[in-house]
Nanobody
Framework: QVHLVETGGGSVEAGGSLTLSCTGS????????WVWFRQAPGQEREAVAG???????LVADSVQGRFTISQDTSKTRVSLQMNNLRPDDTAMYYC???????????????????RGQGTQVTVSS
């Protein structure tokens, strides 16, 4: 069974940066994909960035130009670099992985698979 652990959350002032990491174990397939989600209280979950089964990086329009996602060469760790943070980026951030990856745009379709426990990001104005 896949196990995911997120690290790197915290509190920053607006304009600051944070890097979140998600380390996974227990994978069976190499053709896996990842998504970083976030959810603020009272709001729907939002997919902000992902790595496709082919290793391509996708970023949602809402964070384009500020967030960057990357995967290490072992394909067991993904990082989310978040720059120029804003108060509306405040949320619980979750890492999720499909093993193997399904079909369709991973930032749009329903994402099945495994999820970490989440890490809180708080941005103050």
């Amino acid at each position: 069974q896949v196990h995911l652990v997120e690290t790197g959350g915290g509190s920053v002032e607006a304009g600051g940066s944070l890097t979140l990491s998600c380390t996974g174990s227990g994978f069976t397939y190499s053709a896996r994909c990842w998504v970083w989600f976030r959810q603020a209280p009272g709001q729907e979950r939002e997919a902000v960035a992902g790595i496709t089964r082919d290793g391509a990086a996708l970023v949602a329009d809402s964070v384009q130009g500020r967030f960057t996602i990357s995967q290490d060469t072992s394909k067991t760790r993904v990082s989310l670099q978040m720059n120029n943070l804003r108060p509306d980026d405040t949320a619980m951030y979750y890492c999720a992985a499909e093993d193997p990856c399904g079909v369709g745009n991973i930032l749009i379709r329903t994402f099945h698979g495994y999820r970490g426990q989440g890490t809180q990001v708080t941005v103050s104005s």
